[in-house]
């Protein structure tokens, strides 16, 4: 079985300043990771994607993620936040019978 | 394109009653699922499909049925609505034989079961 933990439930942070959510994960065999961002009353959009190779992944809207493997980590981040970037943002692991599962979310708020 | 359709947006059901959240794709996708998001759990999968004429249960199936009678298809029903029940649901679809694509998401059904 897989899991998805996502240290926090909220991250608060001021408008330009950095940011990274956390996300751990567990599986026995190798995974897909993801993040998906959900604006207010919308449905999951794909943010960035690692699947193999390069261990840094970069998405839309200038956020990156580092693949850890030995930390079994999936970090999402991102040098500097805006306004529009107040949304949650889900990490989510795929396995070989494509089910995706997904963390408990992480609620960013930006402030001016 | 439409991708992922769900209707309706928002429902409101009595204890007891059944109904149908309807899931449409239009990208040929094998693999359709259906989630549930409740406060600080995630999206917990309640049903998925490979194709049509074949379903599976997820995590959390109980209270409800799904049928897949064509590719583009993937209807969620309610047997009998209980106030657990209240909740957003998404319906997702992808391709399978890829299992490395993206899955898309519909808009999401906000249900309130009183």
């Known amino acids: 079985a897989q899991s998805v933990t996502q240290l926090d439930s909220q991250v608060p942070v001021f408008e330009e300043a950095p940011v990274e959510l956390r996300c751990n994960y567990s599986?026995?065999?190798?995974?897909?990771l993801f993040w998906y961002v959900q604006y207010p009353n919308q449905g999951l959009q794909l943010l960035l994607k690692?699947?193999?190779?390069?261990?840094l992944v970069k998405g839309i809207n200038g956020f990156e993620a580092e693949f850890n493997k030995s930390q079994t980590s999936f970090h999402l981040r991102k040098p500097s936040v805006h306004i529009s970037d107040t949304a949650e943002y889900f990490c989510?692991?795929?396995?070989?019978?494509?089910?995706?599962?997904f963390g408990g979310g992480t609620r960013l708020m930006v402030k001016p | 394109n439409a991708g992922v359709t769900q209707t309706p947006k928002f429902q409101v059901l009595k204890t007891g009653q059944s109904m149908t959240l309807q899931c449409a794709q239009d990208?040929?996708?094998?693999?359709m699922s259906w989630y549930r998001q409740d406060p600080g759990m995630g999206l917990r999968l309640i049903h998925y499909?490979?194709?049509?004429?074949?379903?599976d249960q997820g995590e959390v199936p109980n209270g409800y049925n799904v049928s897949r009678s064509t590719t583009e298809d993937f209807p969620l029903r309610l047997l009998s609505a209980a106030p657990s029940q209240t909740s957003v649901y998404f319906c997702?679809?992808?391709?399978?034989?890829?299992?490395?694509?993206?899955?898309?998401f519909g808009q999401g059904t906000r249900l309130t079961v009183v």
């Open positions: 690692y699947l193999s190779g390069s261990t």
């Open positions: 499909s490979v194709g049509a004429g074949i379903t």
């Open positions: 989510a692991v795929r396995n070989a019978g494509n089910m995706l599962t």
């Open positions: 599986s026995s065999v190798s995974v897909y």
């Open positions: 997702a679809s992808s391709y399978l034989a890829r299992r490395n694509t993206e899955a898309f």
């Open positions: 990208m040929n996708h094998e693999y």
